[in-house]
C-alpha cells in the first residue's frame, strides 16, 4: 500500500538555523498538509496545501514558516529561524480529497526536530 | 473554533477487559475520524463516521456517532496488549481544509 514518507526521521537544529523538512505524499493525493505534535500534547494543523498554493494556515504558521513542492512529488516544511519553542515532531499527510468529504488523511512516520 | 474534547486522558487495564473513549465537542461536526498512534509512528486511521447515530465495527472495536454528530464513542472489547496506543478522534473544522484533533486518549492494555 503507498504510503507518506518523511526525511529525516531526526532532525537536531541549534537555534536560530533554517530547517527543511521534506515530504514524499501518496502519488494520487491531491491535498498536502503539515501537523505538529508537541511531547505529550495534541496534534495541532500548521498548513494545508492545494492546487500549488496555501489554502489553509494556523496561527502557529507564521512568517518563519513557508511550503513548497517543488517539483510535483516532494512537499517541504521550511523553518527559517528555528525558536527552543519549535521542537516538536512534524507530521505530513496527504488526502485524495478535502478532508470536509470525510477523507481520511494519511500521515507520514513524522520528523523529530530538537532545537538546542 | 470548534473543539474535540476526549476522555479519560490516560487508561490502563488488563488484557480481556472491556473499555469505552469518549470524544465530545458542543459544536457540530460533518464527519468525525478516529486514529490510533503508536510511538514514533504518524496516526493511523481506524474508521471514519458520517451519519448521525451511525455504529461501525472494526473486528473488537465498535465506533458510534452522536445523533446529534456532537459526539462519538470508541468501546473495545476484549482489550489485548496489541490495542495499547493513543487514540485520537479527528473532525474537519467547518467549510476548511483543516482537521481538528482531539485532546487523545492513551491505552495501555497489560498481559
Known amino acids: 500500500e503507498p504510503e507518506v514518507t518523511q526525511t529525516p526521521s531526526h532532525q537536531v537544529t541549534q537555534m536560530g538555523q533554517e530547517v527543511i523538512l521534506r515530504c514524499v505524499p501518496i502519488?494520487?493525493?491531491?491535498?498536502f498538509y503539515w501537523y505538529r505534535q508537541i511531547l505529550g500534547q495534541k496534534v495541532e494543523f500548521l498548513v494545508s496545501?492545494?492546487?500549488?498554493?496555501?489554502?489553509?494556515k494556523s496561527e502557529i504558521f507564521d512568517d518563519q514558516f513557508s511550503v513548497e513542492r517543488p517539483d510535483g512529488s516532494n512537499f517541504t516544511l521550511k523553518i527559517r529561524s528555528t525558536k527552543l519553542e519549535d521542537s516538536a515532531m512534524y507530521f505530513c499527510?496527504?488526502?485524495?480529497?478535502?478532508?470536509?468529504?470525510?477523507?481520511?488523511?494519511?500521515f507520514g512516520n513524522g520528523t523529530r526536530l530538537t532545537v538546542t | 473554533t470548534q473543539l474535540l474534547e476526549q476522555s479519560p486522558q490516560f487508561l490502563s487495564i488488563q488484557e480481556g477487559e472491556n473499555l469505552t473513549v469518549y470524544c465530545n465537542s458542543s459544536?457540530?461536526?460533518?464527519?468525525l475520524q478516529w486514529y490510533r498512534q503508536e510511538p514514533g509512528e504518524g496516526p493511523v486511521l481506524l474508521v471514519t463516521?458520517?451519519?448521525?447515530?451511525e455504529v461501525k465495527k472494526l473486528k473488537r472495536l465498535t465506533f458510534q456517532f452522536g445523533d446529534a454528530r456532537k459526539d462519538s464513542s470508541l468501546h473495545i472489547t476484549a482489550a489485548q496488549p496489541g490495542d495499547t496506543g493513543l487514540y485520537l478522534c479527528?473532525?474537519?473544522?467547518?467549510?476548511?481544509?483543516?482537521?481538528?484533533f482531539g485532546t487523545g486518549t492513551r491505552l495501555q492494555v497489560f498481559p
Open positions: 499527510a496527504s488526502s485524495r480529497r478535502t478532508v470536509d468529504v470525510a477523507s481520511p488523511l494519511h
Open positions: 502519488s494520487n493525493h491531491l491535498y
Open positions: 496545501f492545494y492546487n500549488n498554493e496555501i489554502s489553509e
Open positions: 459544536s457540530v461536526f460533518s464527519s
Open positions: 463516521v458520517v451519519t448521525g447515530g
Open positions: 479527528a473532525g474537519p473544522q467547518y467549510n476548511t481544509d483543516k482537521l481538528i
